[in-house]
């Protein structure tokens, strides 16, 4: 699972760009964040990314839901937004689905 | 236009019922937030929401975007949450679009 996880201060033009990466490639990308700052950041980032892929071709929607994570032993609530191309926003079958997994703690 | 405004807070439930509301009979929502904290509660809204209208049959999907908004005559910049069922997501045309204007500044 190619999960991108967003935090506080990740910069967004770098999720953004990571989300740019993983859609051109795969046409599906994953964003998680816990907490109100990763959440904004990532909305931010998602925001960035649909401005690059418009030029690609691509018209990114996504779709936001709570998935449990485990953070040091402790379930937490993560959000995870689901981008995917306007029109064609079903995941994509487990064989298609990608296996790295990047992570952006960068700070701004 | 009808945008439901969201505050950091707002309380997730009635900005779902808001959502879930207008989606009904729009099929078409935009949710405002500025903030980190209102993007946050602005998304939840938009999971809960989803839940809700699963059982009606409307698979609702969002895209976010950056918009100006004038506060007390400031400029601020403000993120919109545009909501439309999976598959549908385009805008109303301006004749169906609705007027009315719904604002959420309860706190939780």
Do not use: W
Not at 15 to 30: D, K, P
Not at 43 to 66: E, M, R, S
Not at 76 to 85: D, F, S
């Amino acid at each position: 699972m190619n999960i991108i996880k967003v935090s506080a201060n990740s910069r967004t033009a770098a999720v953004a760009g990571a989300i740019a990466g993983v859609m051109r490639e795969h046409r599906f990308a994953e964003v998680q964040s816990i907490g109100a700052g990763a959440v904004n950041q990532a909305i931010k980032a998602v925001i960035l990314a649909k401005g690059y892929l418009i030029n690609d071709g691509i018209d990114i929607i996504c779709v936001p839901q709570f998935v449990d994570v485990d953070i040091d032993g402790k379930v937490r609530t993560a959000i995870k937004l689901t981008v995917t191309p306007r029109g064609e926003d079903t995941a994509p079958t487990p064989e298609e689905k990608p296996e790295e997994e990047e992570t952006l703690e960068t700070t701004e």
